[in-house]
């Protein structure tokens, strides 16, 4: 069983729906969780950052961790075009040292003029 | 933008050749990855870099080495390339005090 398990997809919404992207996770030892968004044929970026449990908001996106189900989300409002990627969640356990990050399989979501 | 550049972006090599890919970065970052991603399987670490001449091993290094003589610099090379090895190979590096991860362009690696 993977550490992180993310639905590949591919979604395909039409443009202004709202997107929900998730992932479970087994260890329990994750503290610091991240959404990286890939364009095709690109390296990822960072979309966004949180620790711990709880919401994070910037702009149309928002980040939501459930820490007791393992379970973090991704929320796209008002969905565009240039949303069109692969989005990879990420998860750490620790802010010290190597800091090795375990991604899920990344999730190809379509938004369609 | 981390001032990431990987080098070749693009190699097409047979079974058997030694190949290496480069890492070059200009943020002086002392923290260096290599990944690799494949389809099903996201993003692997490969091997990672906490100073010059400082380096440990990822969840699939089996295959691979790597060397960092300079800060800038972190070389990834496949001893002897294998059909399995073909993947796109990420570096990155990590800066702030979040400890962000940042991603070069990637290197498309195609074994024949």
């Known amino acids: 069983q993977k550490e992180v398990e993310q639905d590949p997809g591919p979604l395909s919404v039409p443009e202004g729906a709202i997107v929900s992207l998730n992932c479970t996770y087994s260890?329990?030892?994750?503290?610091?969780f991240m959404w990286y968004r890939q364009y095709s044929r690109k390296g990822p970026e960072l979309l966004m950052y949180?620790?711990?449990?709880g919401n994070k908001e910037d702009g149309r996106f928002t980040a939501q961790v459930d820490k007791s189900s393992k379970y973090i989300s991704l929320f796209i409002r008002d969905s565009q075009p240039s949303d069109s990627a692969t989005y990879l969640c990420a998860m750490k356990e620790s802010s010290q040292g190597a800091q090795k990050l375990v991604f899920g399989q990344g999730t190809r979501l379509t938004i369609n003029p | 933008d981390a001032g990431i550049t990987q080098s070749p972006r693009h190699k097409v090599t047979e079974t058997g050749t030694p190949v290496t890919l480069r890492c070059h970065q200009t943020e002086n970052h002392r923290y260096m990855y290599w990944y690799r991603q494949d389809p099903g399987h996201g993003l692997r670490l490969i091997h990672y870099s906490y100073g010059v001449k400082d380096t440990d091993k990822g969840e699939v290094s089996d295959g691979y080495s790597v060397s960092r003589s300079k800060t800038e610099d972190f070389l990834l090379t496949l001893e002897s390339a294998t059909s399995s090895q073909t993947s796109v190979y990420f570096c990155?590096?990590?800066?702030?005090?979040?400890?962000?991860?940042?991603f070069g362009a990637g290197t498309r690696l195609s074994v024949l």
């Open positions: 990155a590096t990590r800066a702030g005090a979040e400890n962000i991860q940042y």
């Open positions: 260890n329990s030892a994750f503290q610091y």
């Open positions: 949180t620790y711990s449990s």
